[in-house]
């Protein structure tokens, strides 16, 4: 994607989620967010998301992390995270 690095933050939404899944997976997902706010999205199961400007969807084990990146302010903000098993249910 870009050679830039990108300060990694999240929302309360994920922060709170991720404090109540095992330590194991919580780890995996702040390591592969940090590899791809790194620049480093080779082998990431990375998609952007239809009818978003800056949106994207990783895959990461049995959960799905939505974020933003945003270029002009060089962040990505994770927005949700969720099990991959609620994340294709109608909300």
Same mark, same amino acid.
């Given at each position: 994607?870009?050679?830039? *690095?990108?300060?990694?933050?999240?929302?309360?939404?994920?922060?709170?989620?991720?404090?109540?899944?095992?330590?194991?997976?919580?780890?995996?997902?702040?390591?592969?967010?940090?590899? *791809?706010?790194?620049?480093?999205?080779?082998?990431?199961?990375?998609?952007?998301?239809?009818?978003?400007?800056?949106?994207?969807?990783?895959?990461?084990?049995?959960?799905?992390?939505?974020?933003?990146?945003?270029?002009?302010?060089?962040?990505?903000?994770? *927005?949700?995270? *969720?099990?991959?098993?609620?994340?294709?249910?109608?909300?």
């Amino acid at each position: 994607m870009d050679n830039e *690095i990108y300060e990694l933050k999240f929302d309360k939404q994920p922060k709170k989620y991720m404090s109540k899944m095992p330590r194991y997976f919580s780890r995996k997902i702040k390591i592969q967010m940090g590899e *791809i706010a790194e620049g480093n999205t080779k082998n990431k199961n990375l998609l952007k998301m239809k009818g978003y400007e800056n949106r994207y969807r990783v895959r990461i084990g049995d959960y799905r992390v939505t974020y933003k990146k945003k270029k002009e302010k060089l962040v990505i903000k994770v *927005i949700e995270v *969720i099990n991959r098993g609620d994340a294709y249910k109608n909300k």
